[in-house]
C-alpha cells in the first residue's frame, strides 16, 4: 500500500540556517504530494503541493521538488526563523475508488533558536 | 476549494460518557474522512464517510466505538463511544473536492477524556 517516510526529529536549527527535512514515498500510480505544517496548539496548514514529477511547490520560503526516480518529497527552506518553529508533515494522496485519502508520515517537529 | 466547520472545537469528557463531533463544509462533497491524531502523533484515517452508505473503516477502527454519520453531501458525524483517556486526541475532519488534487481539513476537534 501507500506510505511516507520523514526524516525523524525533533530538529533544531538557529535562526537563518538551511533546513531540509527528508521524506520519501511510497506508491501506486501517481499520487500527489503536499508538506502540512501545525504549529504549537493550531490545525493543520497546508503548506505547499505538487501534483506530477518534477512539479515544485513553494510557499513562504519552503520548497519541495516531487522526484519521481529518486520518490522524494525533501522540504527546504534557506534561512528559517524562530516563527518556523512548527511540526511538519509530509503527506500524498491518491484518487481511488475510496476517494482521495490522504496518509502521513509521522511528523517532524522543528525548533528555531533566535 | 471548501471550508469546513468542526464543533466542538475542544471538550473535557468523563470516561464511560461518549462525544460526537460534527463537521460542516461550505460545498457538497462526495467524500468526508475523520482522522485521529493522538499526542505527539501522526495523523491516522478512521474512516471514511459517503452520503448514502455506511462508513468504511480503517484497520484498527470499528463502527461501534467510532460510529459516523452522513445524512447528507455537506454534513457528518463522528462519536467517539464509551471513552477512555486513550481516546484523549484530536479528531479532524477531511474532504474530497472532485476535481482539486488537495484535501482540505477542518481545525480539529481536540478531546480530553479523563
Known amino acids: 500500500g501507500n506510505s511516507v517516510t520523514q526524516m525523524e526529529g525533533p530538529v533544531t536549527l538557529s535562526e537563518e540556517a538551511f533546513l531540509t527535512i527528508n521524506c520519501t514515498y511510497t506508491a501506486t500510480g501517481y499520487p500527489s504530494l503536499f508538506w502540512y505544517v501545525q504549529y504549537p496548539g493550531e490545525g493543520l496548514q497546508l503548506l505547499l503541493k505538487?501534483?506530477?514529477?518534477?512539479d515544485k511547490g513553494s510557499n513562504k520560503g519552503f520548497e519541495a521538488t516531487y522526484r519521481k526516480e529518486t520518490t522524494s518529497f525533501h522540504l527546504e527552506k534557506g534561512s528559517v526563523q524562530v516563527s518556523d518553529s512548527a511540526v511538519y508533515f509530509c503527506a500524498l494522496s491518491a484518487r481511488n475508488t475510496g476517494g482521495f485519502k490522504t496518509i502521513f508520515g509521522a511528523g517532524t517537529r522543528l525548533f528555531v533558536k533566535a | 476549494s471548501a471550508v469546513i466547520s468542526q464543533k466542538p472545537s475542544r471538550d473535557i469528557c468523563q470516561r464511560g460518557t461518549s462525544l460526537t463531533i460534527q463537521c460542516q463544509v461550505d460545498?457538497?462533497?462526495?467524500?468526508m474522512f475523520w482522522y485521529r491524531q493522538q499526542p505527539g502523533q501522526s495523523l491516522t484515517l478512521i474512516a471514511t464517510?459517503?452520503?448514502?452508505?455506511?462508513?468504511?473503516?480503517e484497520s484498527g477502527f470499528v463502527i461501534d466505538k467510532f460510529p459516523i454519520s452522513r445524512p447528507n453531501l455537506t454534513f457528518s458525524t463522528l462519536t467517539v463511544s464509551n471513552m477512555s483517556p486513550e481516546d484523549s486526541s484530536i479528531y479532524l475532519c477531511?474532504?474530497?473536492?472532485?476535481?482539486?488534487?488537495?484535501?482540505?481539513f477542518g481545525q480539529g476537534t481536540r478531546l480530553t477524556v479523563v
Open positions: 505538487a501534483t506530477k514529477a518534477d
Open positions: 477531511s474532504v474530497d473536492v472532485t476535481g482539486i488534487t488537495e484535501a482540505f
Open positions: 464517510a459517503n452520503q448514502g452508505s455506511e462508513a468504511t473503516y
Open positions: 460545498s457538497q462533497v462526495t467524500m
